[in-house]
């Protein structure tokens, strides 16, 4: 039988992509994980490991969606291909149990790697150039700033807070938040 697997990294990704390539390549059933492909305990992964039988294909569409890490992918390719598993990476080919093929995973799995460790050391070095700026804040930008929670502070003298959000479009929360804020500094 020929089992797909599909994976992304966060609930906001779309796996659609992954799951079309996957039907096209004739897979019968296709198991699919919103998750962190850093961690091997990725839930419907391991259940793909329990399900997979001698003579069975697993399908990718890519090899950093199987394993993030080489040594990882290399333990799960032989774990396989001792239980008589084909393994076949879209953008890559069959890799097949022999010297050669073993060979080729283990290089393209260290590139995946290699790739991988790449981005978060260039996300990195990126925060710590913008962090020498004085006025960077890490995380998401404020929607406010700091005069239009001052005006809506001020509004809030004479209108209840229900009115303030639907005039200046400032939450009800963020105003809560700004008045005790101010509060804290003036005591």
Known sequence: MKYGYARVSTQQQDLQSQLNQLTNEGCEKI???KFTG???????????????????????????RFARSTVDGINVIKELFGRGVRVHVLNMGLVEDTPTGRLIFNVMSSFAEFERDMIVERTQEGKAIARLDPDFK??????FNSKQIAHGIELLESMTYKQVE????????????????KRTVTE
């Not at 890490?138 to 929607?143: D, I, L, S």
């Open 38 to 64: 850093t961690k091997r305990d990725r839930p419907e992964f391991n259940k793909l490991l329990d399900v997979l039988e001698t003579g069975d294909t697993l399908v990718i569409t890519k090899l950093d």
């Open 138 to 143: 890490e995380g998401r930008p404020k929607k």
């Open 31 to 33: 198991y699919q994980d």
């Open 166 to 181: 639907e005039k200046t479009g400032i939450s009800k929360s963020t105003l809560i938040r700004a008045v005790r804020e």
